[in-house]
């Protein structure tokens, strides 16, 4: 079965840095998404990774290894408006989006 | 502002009625998609459609239909609600074909709840 897994919560201190993990197994792969969902919100793209390597987008860097399955979003420079829930996504071999359950980030000051 | 709208925002519904989630977008995307958010579950597809005139099934269809008329209008409607039907549906589109990478944006949901 297809599968993406992310840790259910994570705890970090404004100005710092937190590093999210996405590992996944699907039947194919044409991309992996991250996004983030404010509470009572809809998504919102953050990041798109098709190629191994980082992709640096301001404070906000995403990374693909395929080989691995893996992937991690890094948020640098935390201010409270960071805290949401992150949402991995595979696109599998029908280009459809598979989910990850997301991550809860809680932001201390 | 473009994007996409849904309605209604919320919604109480007695077992056993019908109901259509309604959802629009102005961006004159190709593909429209409905999915349903649990606690403690990721995004899951119900139903989506590549472009106007067709529809397919996603990983969680029954007891929902889908119907797309035109580009802009994809309704989701549930024939007879059920209390495990209760969730917050989200519709998404994005400028794709079928077989493209592009990315979803998405509407600002529905919570709905069945008693």
């Known amino acids: 079965g297809q599968n993406i897994d992310q840790p259910t919560e994570m705890t970090a201190t404004e100005g710092a840095i937190v590093q999210i993990n996405c590992t996944y197994q699907?039947?194919?792969?044409?991309?992996l998404f991250w996004y983030q969902q404010h509470a009572g919100e809809a998504p919102t793209f953050l990041s798109y990774n098709v190629l191994d390597g980082l992709e640096e987008k301001g404070r906000f860097s995403s990374f693909l290894s395929r080989s691995k399955g893996y992937s991690y979003l890094l948020l640098k420079e935390l201010q409270m408006k960071d805290s949401a829930s992150y949402l991995c996504?595979?696109?599998?071999?029908?280009?459809?989006?598979?989910w990850g359950a997301g991550t809860k980030l809680i932001i201390k000051p | 502002i473009a994007g996409i709208t849904q309605a209604p925002t919320s919604q109480i519904l007695a077992a056993g009625r019908r109901m259509t989630l309604r959802c629009t977008q102005d961006?004159?995307?190709?593909?429209m998609y409905w999915y349903r958010q649990d606690l403690g579950l990721g995004l899951r597809l119900i139903h989506y459609s590549n472009t106007a005139g067709t529809t397919g099934k996603g990983e969680v269809p029954d007891g929902y239909s889908v119907s797309r008329a035109n580009t802009d209008d994809f309704p989701l409607t549930l024939a007879s609600a059920v209390p495990s039907q209760t969730s917050v549906y989200f519709c998404a589109s994005s400028d794709a074909t079928g077989g493209s990478t592009d990315t979803q944006y998405f509407g600002p949901g529905t919570r709905l709840t069945v008693l």
């Open positions: 961006m004159r995307h190709n593909a």
């Open positions: 996504a595979v696109m599998d071999s029908n280009y459809q989006l598979i």
């Open positions: 699907t039947s194919g792969f044409n991309g």
